[in-house]
């Protein structure tokens, strides 16, 4: 019985980080257009149909009404669902990692990580679709990590300062080298984030970003789909390196030097 209680228990916990993801696949739609995210119900892009109830349950709607909209037949696309699927998985590694509190949520510290996460989703999206990311997220992640001071106090403020500077600065001067190398908005994510997470994850953020953004562009070159020229949102692969390293970056640096 016991077991089944805890069953249910995280199954609510995937549920309720679905459901904030859901939410923000709305931001994500209509942050750029500058239409509000709050007031507006949630509609079809196609043929504007107000979605009911059913049409709106996390991860559940999508596999029930194949990925279609029940109206007009317009394909849903699958982005939603990997993002709520997302959310959920961030919720419960949050869970896991930093703890549950009150209610069957989370513990503060799993609070500010899946706040971050969200953060991260948005901005990686705005950047894939607009190639533009707003400041306020690099604010909003700011205004975590001083948070952070509190609830995460293994890393220290000076700590704290040198990742901020720690990859962006050399961002910063490569992009004064080289045009374009680096949008402004990757700059300002990795300063934010490095005040949040300190220097060993956002060496290991900018490691993993790296790798996957040239991986995706190798495989783009051999399709032929993306000729040396070509510019790509690199907000992306670093929001994902980002996530790898909130979860892991400091238990796999410390590894990593423990062999020199
Ligand atoms: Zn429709």
Known sequence: MAAVM??????????????????????????????????????????????????????VSFLVLRGKCLGCGQ?????YFVNELLGGAAFVGCGLIYGCGSLGLLSLRGWLAFAYLGILLVVAWMDWDTRIIYDRFHIGIFLLGILALWLFPEHMILERL????????????????VEGAFGGGDIKLMAASGWLLGVRSILFAMFAGVVLGAVYCIGMMLRKKLSRKDQFAFGPFLAAGLCLALFWGDALMAWYLSFL
């Open 6 to 59: 805890e069953f249910v228990l995280w199954l609510f916990r995937f549920v309720m980080g679905a459901s904030v993801f859901s939410f923000l696949n709305v931001v994500i739609v209509r942050l750029p257009k500058e239409e509000t995210v709050i007031a507006g119900r949630s509609h079809c892009p196609r043929c504007g149909r107000i979605l009911k109830p059913k049409e709106l349950i996390p991860c």
């Open 75 to 79: 394909k849903i696309s699958l982005r």
């Open 162 to 177: 040198i990742g901020a500077a720690a990859v962006s600065l050399p961002m910063l001067l490569l992009s004064l080298l």
